[in-house]
RNA sequence: GGACUCGUAGCCUAGCCUGGACAGGGCGUCGGCCUUCUAAGCCGAAGAUCGCGGGUUCAAAUCCCGCCGAGUCCGCCA
């Protein structure tokens, strides 16, 4: 609905500004619901100071036929707009309600394949691939929302040493069907690691099992086949517990058995950027990199590097793609990017995040140290059902294991996708197992209080909107917001817009309720309305973050 | 050593790309609020040389340069 607001000021200020930027902001606070600095601009080429200049173009501001913005006025060099807000309100609620489910839904259009989690299969998840995959999946979920046709896709490397060496460990490890398939591979890759590490016989083996694999063997192949899928058993299962889903897996192998990273081979290495002395690489000095990037082994094998080019090839050819990594590849991504543009193919765009680290260190599934999404989740749903307990011993056992669920998903995903993936983060269990105030359990049970009162009327067909509060007229921009989020957030590739707006939107909810009566209030009509238009709103940001929606907790 | 990222109150964090009005939140601390829709809540107080130094600008947390600190990368690994 602030998108039709925004247009309307921009509309306004151009009568006035001309082509100059009409610089809308959110202002600071108590200025109003709509602030342009364009006067601060202005003010060197009319040779006027900005507060003068903004009395002047007040005074100038034709509001007559003006839906939205009530009235303008001059402050510090700033043009400050008061919203007609029963206005606003009521077209909101109107918006809200007749689109429900679709309120927030945008119109962009296009193919879009999101990489994401791509957590080699030997092992479980820790909670760096679970940031990876929260960041992937909020991502898709809000470009989805946002219109775009989004393909999520996991890349199955197994063509790495690590898969061979879970591989040769099973040869002569047990597997331990009890445990959860993922945990019980990287139990295998542990002990195998040492093995390799010791015995230098077995480093040939290694050898010869990755040849083997490489060229296809049929028996090497179901071994290899076998192992992954079995830990990918494991590691979707703690997808799905997050709600997480991949529309596609594409297996590495498969671009070196179609031939495709051969073809691609032969094209760069006819490419000016080619060179070779005793390998084959690429020089990418004209694109600012230093690093060579070499193709082949000097025995004529493919890097992981290579194949990963021939798989961006094929995703350029399908649609935009977007690429959820981990930080250690930065430099992978930018010579990615040159090489797209080497092939004449449009470059892969990146949502790089940092490192989860431990206090003790950074995390290695080799060396079994790693906190598990696992862990994590259980641990999370532990303590949240020591709350609900507490809270809700009237329910049955079953209500309260559920929402216990609920709320550990919610807490983890809201965790991870809060902070925004440039910064480290230390991973502390209190920190993202902290059920108060800014996390997802303050969202949750706001949607439920909303939940709580609407079951206790009927919502009205009419209703009549007079003078907001404070705490409504909040409450209605925040609603009216929502487009204007989910658009940004999809073109910045920053799921963490809508983070920050949904605790928004509850912090505003949650004050608004303790402020005023709802059910028996003179307002009833209207403040019901208003709490389902912000139910809706909750409920559809929540979905895009993947945070379990309550009716009751 | 080089490249990239980060550095905002005791702790965590938003804002930085697109420079403008007293730098927003939260945790923790202190003080209030449950006979009314679930207090996983609300209201208030104290707490910030925006890492340091220079520059550009009428205006810098935001842009530029240098320095310091942390992280990542710099494999014919993946």
């Not at 202002?27 to 040779?47: E, H």
């Not at 989690?117 to 991502?139: K, M, Q």
């Not at 082949?296 to 798989?311: E, F, P, S």
């Not at 409450?475 to 799921?495: C, G, I, N, T």
Request: contains cysteine; proline residues 3%.
């Amino acid at each position: 609905m602030l998108d039709v607001v925004l247009e309307e000021a921009e509309r306004l200020l151009a009568g006035v500004l001309g082509d100059v930027e009409p610089a809308l902001q959110e202002p600071r606070g108590g200025y109003g619901d709509l602030a342009s600095a364009a006067c601060f601009s202005l003010a060197k080429a009319r040779r006027k100071a900005p507060a003068e200049l903004a009395e002047e173009l007040v005074r100038e501001l034709d509001l007559t036929g003006a839906r939205f913005i009530a009235r303008a006025e001059a402050l510090n060099g700033f043009i400050n707009f008061h919203f007609n807000y029963p206005e606003l309100a009521r077209a909101t609620l109107e918006r809200v309600a007749g689109e429900g489910r679709s309120y927030g839904r945008g119109r962009r259009r296009g193919k879009v394949i999101l990489e994401h989690t791509s957590a080699n299969p030997d092992g479980p998840l820790h909670i760096g691939h679970g940031r990876n995959a929260i960041i992937g999946d909020s991502l898709a979920r809000i470009m989805r929302f946002a219109g775009y046709e989004v393909e999520t896709e996991y890349y199955l490397n197994d063509m790495g040493r690590q898969l061979a060496v879970v591989v040769l460990g099973l040869r002569r490890l047990e597997l331990d069907r009890e445990v959860k398939q993922d945990h019980a591979i990287a139990r295998v890759y542990v002990e195998a690691s040492r093995m390799v590490e010791e015995r230098e016989e077995l480093q040939e083996e290694l050898s010869r099992l990755m040849r083997a694999y490489e060229a296809g063997d049929e028996a090497t192949v179901r071994e290899f086949r076998e192992a992954a899928e079995y830990c990918m058993q494991g590691i979707r299962e703690t997808l799905r517990r997050l709600g997480i889903h991949h529309d596609i897996t594409v297996w590495e192998s498969e671009f070196v058995r179609s031939g495709s990273v051969q073809r691609v081979v032969e094209r760069l290495e006819a490419t000016e950027h080619a060179r070779r002395d005793e390998v084959l690489y690429l020089d990418l000095s004209s694109f600012g990199i230093e690093k060579e990037l070499v193709l082949c082994r000097r025995d004529g094998t493919m890097l992981y590097a290579t194949r990963d080019i021939a798989h961006h090839l094929w995703k350029a050819e399908r649609g935009r793609a977007i690429d959820v990594w981990g930080a250690d590849h930065k430099l992978l991504a930018e010579q990615m990017r040159a090489v797209m543009r080497i092939l004449g193919a449009p470059e892969p765009e990146f949502v790089i995040h940092e490192f989860i680290t431990l206090p003790e260190g950074s995390m290695s599934t080799r060396r079994g140290r790693f906190i598990s999404m696992d862990e994590l989740l259980d641990e999370a749903a532990e303590r949240a059902l020591r709350e609900v307990e507490r809270r809700r011993g009237d329910r049955p056992e079953e209500f309260r294991r559920r929402v216990a669920e609920q709320v550990a998903v919610g807490a983890v995903r809201y965790a991870m996708v809060r902070v925004a993936p440039e910064k480290h983060v230390k991973f502390r269990w209190e920190e993202v197992l902290d059920f108060e105030r800014q996390g997802a359990p303050f969202i949750q049970y706001a949607h439920a209080r909303a939940c709580r009162i609407l079951e206790k009327a009927e919502l009205p067909g009419e209703y009549t909107v007079g003078e907001l509060s404070e705490e409504e007229r909040i409450l209605v921009k925040l609603v009216a917001s929502l487009p204007v989020v989910v658009d940004r957030a999809a073109e910045e590739l920053k799921p963490s817009l809508l983070a920050g707006y949904l605790l928004e939107l509850a912090t505003a909810f949650h004050s608004f309720y303790s402020s005023a009566r709802v059910l028996g209030s003179e307002k009833q009509d209207f403040r019901l309305r208003l709490v389902d238009a912000v139910r809706i709103t909750l409920a559809n940001s929540m979905e895009l973050l993947g945070i379990p929606v309550l009716e009751e907790m």
